[in-house]
């Protein structure tokens, strides 16, 4: 239960702290919230978070920058278990791969892969084993990548002169550290 109106007085009603202060929520007449908002603001003035154990400038901002998308082959696999890899995101951007479609042209194949390769380990949204030669496979998952990672395709038991596709899309953000 909470205190009675008698005992907290003029902060009876919703406060909000203004980092010393407990400082009551103002209602106007017509029952709308009132709010200051500052005549000018300094062009230092960012987003605040409260992050490892105190109040400070929130690490991350994101904002939508554009569309990425890719298609990536190799028509000459080697002999054996094969990668291949979409560009690096670049730092300072965020994507977010929202389709991942791959498909190999080969009768001996026996596992194809599709993910990306997050801060350096292989992440697989599809993995198909005896996949059929030309069919295009579609990953089943969005991938959130940051800077430094990229998508990739691999295969398995592959015959020297085999190929292999990768085609991806989705968004980039602009990251603000």
Aim: charged share 20%; net charge negative.
């Amino acid at each position: 239960m909470g205190e009675p109106i008698a005992t907290v007085g003029d902060l009876a009603g919703i406060c909000g702290h203004d980092g010393t202060n407990w400082e009551k929520i103002l209602i106007d007449a017509s029952k709308r919230l009132v709010v200051a908002v500052a005549s000018a603001i300094a062009s230092d003035v960012q987003l605040h978070g409260y992050y490892d154990g105190s109040w400070q400038k929130n690490p991350l901002v994101w904002g939508f920058s554009g569309t990425v998308g890719e298609f990536v082959q190799d028509t000459n696999l080697d002999a054996g278990i094969n990668s291949i890899y979409g560009t690096e995101v670049p730092g300072g951007e965020a994507w977010v791969v929202s389709v991942t479609l791959g498909r190999m042209v080969s009768t001996t194949i026996s596992d194809l892969f599709l993910g990306a390769e997050i801060a350096g380990a292989d992440v697989w949204v599809r993995a198909l084993y005896a996949p059929t030669s030309t069919y295009w496979y579609i990953g089943a998952d969005i991938l959130y990548l940051g800077p430094g990672d990229r998508m990739e395709a691999r295969v398995h038991d592959a015959t020297g002169g085999d190929v292999l596709q990768l085609r991806y899309g989705g968004y980039k953000m602009k990251l603000d550290l």
